[in-house]
Each structure stands twice: as structure tokens, then as C-alpha cells.
């Protein structure tokens, strides 16, 4: 069969983001021609002009942008890690710092050359999220790349430099060219959108879906650009 691409929007710094990485990996163990899927991660800002501010709590930053009580940000919190929590991933915002993810962003561009697209994202997302690493900072990334197999100096030129700079800027005008202003958003063969982090079954759908337009003359003659499942 053809292969199957899907393209990720997501940002590092949205916990959501994370939750429909792992339901869709979920999807992906079920689908039985998973080995002609190809993922490929694009950058999404969810905002650009943050400020990196390791002393401010997550849930005060919330607050603040969301014009709610630092209770209600709490909560809100909270029933996000129980989400993750059905999934395996521990979320610690108590740790989280408040970071820009720009210099993450062009990490995961520089992965993408080292065949290790996908591994450093669930490394960046753990960093954030689990780990209370700060994403915004040069030797945190140039350690997490480093696990993964990037030479360190490698990494650190980069990061010293505007290298990938124009991909991620590529990535958000596709974004806006698409309709998209909201992450995670995944779609299949440039035709079918799953957006946000919905139950496996919904990116399995997808996934058979595309497989049945590839297989049948009848189905690839059929629009389904945008069809939100």
C-alpha cells in the first residue's frame, strides 16, 4: 500500500499537545499496516512573545492570562494529570517552568536531520512536563539532544545561531494557510483532520480511512479535504 503521512502542529508547552501524541501512538498499535505510516512533526507557537520566566509558577501564569484564581488554574490543572495519568505520563506543574519554546522548536527541525524527529519530541514533553526541565535554555537542550545522539556542539551551534528560524516560521504560515489556530492538529494524506487530543479511535478512523483510499480506485476519487473525524 501507499504510505500514509500525518502531519503533527503541536507545541511543546501545551499539555494537550502531549496527550494526543500518546492517544495517537495508542491508534497507531492498533492499526495493522502501521509500518507505511510516516510521521512528521511541524512547530505551532501557541505564544511566540513569552517570556521565559523560571521563577513564576505555572498555575500564576494561568491565572493571569486566563483572568482566573489561582484555585480555578489548580483545578484546572489537576484534571488535565489525571488525564495524563491514564496514558502513563506524569505531569509535574508544580516543577514546570514557564518557558518560550522557540529554541525547542528549532531542536526538534535540527532532529528531524538526525532521524530522531520523534524521539526528541516525547523528550522534549517529558522535559517540561515531567522532568521541570527548562526548555528555553541552551544546555538543557544541547543534553537532551545529546541522549538522543546529537553531538553537543552540534546542538550548541545551532542554538547559538537563527538555524531553523525559517522552518518553524514555514510551519506556522502552512498553519494559517490550512485554517489552523489551535494545536495539537493532525492530518492524514493532506485530506482528513483529527484536531485536538481526541480518543484513539478517532486517529484510528483516520488511519483506515486512508488505507481505504489508497487501496480502492473508487475512494481516491473521492474529496475528503478537511473532513474532521
Known amino acids: 500500500m ?23 501512538e495508542k491508534a ?29 509558577s505555572v498555575y500564576d501564569h ?3 492570562k486566563k ?5 480555578q488554574a489548580v483545578q484546572m490543572h489537576e ?18 517552568i514557564v518557558a518560550n519554546s522557540f529554541n525547542a522548536h528549532r531542536l526538534s527541525h535540527l532532529a528531524k536531520t538526525f532521524n ?36 553537543g556542539e552540534v546542538s550548541q551551534a545551532m542554538l547559538q545561531s537563527e538555524d531553523f528560524t525559517d522552518n518553524i516560521l514555514l510551519d506556522e504560515n502552512y498553519a494559517r494557510e490550512l485554517g489552523i489556530n489551535a494545536v495539537p492538529f493532525f492530518l ?3 485530506n482528513l483532520s483529527v484536531r485536538g487530543a481526541q480518543k ?14 489508497a487501496a480502492s480506485p473508487d475512494e481516491k476519487a473521492k474529496t475528503y479535504f478537511f473532513r474532521n473525524l
Open 2 to 24: 501507499e504510505l500514509i503521512k500525518v502531519e503533527i502542529w503541536s507545541d511543546i508547552r501545551c499539555p494537550f499537545c502531549y496527550l494526543g501524541k500518546r492517544r495517537f
Open 28 to 56: 497507531l498499535e492498533q492499526f495493522p499496516d502501521k509500518e507505511h505510516v510516516t510521521v512528521e512533526w511541524r512547530s505551532f507557537q501557541l505564544d511566540p512573545y513569552q517570556v521565559t520566566h523560571p521563577a513564576l
Open 62 to 64: 494561568l491565572a493571569e
Open 67 to 71: 483572568g482566573i484564581s489561582r484555585e
Open 79 to 96: 484534571q488535565i494529570s489525571l488525564q495524563a495519568q491514564q496514558l502513563g505520563i506524569v505531569y509535574n506543574f508544580d516543577k514546570a
Open 116 to 151: 530522531v524527529e520523534d524521539a526528541i519530541q516525547e523528550s522534549l514533553f517529558k522535559a517540561y512536563f515531567t522532568d521541570g526541565i527548562n526548555i528555553s535554555d541552551i544546555d538543557s537542550l544541547v543534553m537532551l539532544g545529546k541522549e538522543l545522539g546529537i553531538p
Open 188 to 190: 492524514f494524506n493532506e
Open 200 to 213: 484513539p479511535e478517532s486517529f484510528l478512523q483516520a488511519l483506515l480511512k486512508c488505507r481505504d483510499v
